[in-house]
């Protein structure tokens, strides 16, 4: 291998592009090995702690030694105490350093990976709101697997309010959820 030592690296378009395994100043990248997508108008409610099955990620990796990406956009309603945890295969991901939820406490109403918004207002039967969440962990095997989200510490209303499911000023939407197997 070899070294270049320089100040400043620039193109002449803005872009450069390195060979999967390359690295600038500790920057590797990394090829992209397979893309999963899915999309749910399924309008439903999930008790706290259920797995919220309508957001699973399924993938079958390529190589133990990969990385999982993985986004959700989750809408729905919910009040304002508790948490989203993050699910893999039906279970609450407790992997050192890749917990589904803040690892300084136990998992629980108040402790998750990503909070319910407070709503000082208590609107909580009219206007769901909109979520982005994004996880990171080795693929560790070659088997199918699948992720998913619960919420933890009240009923979740997914893509839709809790009070009606469509009626005028009651809004429904669209849940989203995408799962990437990057090659370090």
């Not at 090995?33 to 399924?58: G, H, K, N, P």
């Not at 969440?133 to 979740?156: K, N």
Request: glycine content about 8%; charged content about 10%; aromatic content about 12%.
């Amino acid at each position: 291998m070899s070294t270049l030592i320089v100040d400043e690296l620039e193109s002449p378009t803005g872009a450069i592009s390195l060979a999967p395994g390359a690295s600038i100043q500790g920057v590797t990248s990394s090829a992209l090995v397979q893309v999963r997508y899915f999309r749910t108008d399924t309008r439903t409610t999930y008790s706290s702690t259920a797995e919220m099955t309508a957001t699973r990620l399924y993938i079958t990796p390529t190589s133990a030694s990969n990385i999982l990406v993985m986004e959700w956009m989750v809408n729905g309603e919910i009040g304002h105490d508790g948490v989203f945890v993050i699910f893999k295969n039906g279970a609450v991901v407790t992997e050192a350093g890749y917990e589904g939820y803040n690892s300084n406490a136990a998992v629980g109403t108040a402790n998750g990976y990503a909070p319910f918004y407070y709503d000082s207002a208590n609107d909580n039967s009219s206007t769901p709101q909109c979520w982005h969440i994004q996880y990171t962990i080795p693929a560790g095997s070659t088997d199918e697997q699948y992720f998913s989200l619960s919420a933890y510490g009240q009923t979740f209303y997914l893509n839709r309010t809790v009070s009606q499911i469509g009626t005028t000023n009651y809004e429904n939407g669209v849940t989203t959820g995408m799962i990437m197997e990057w090659k370090p």
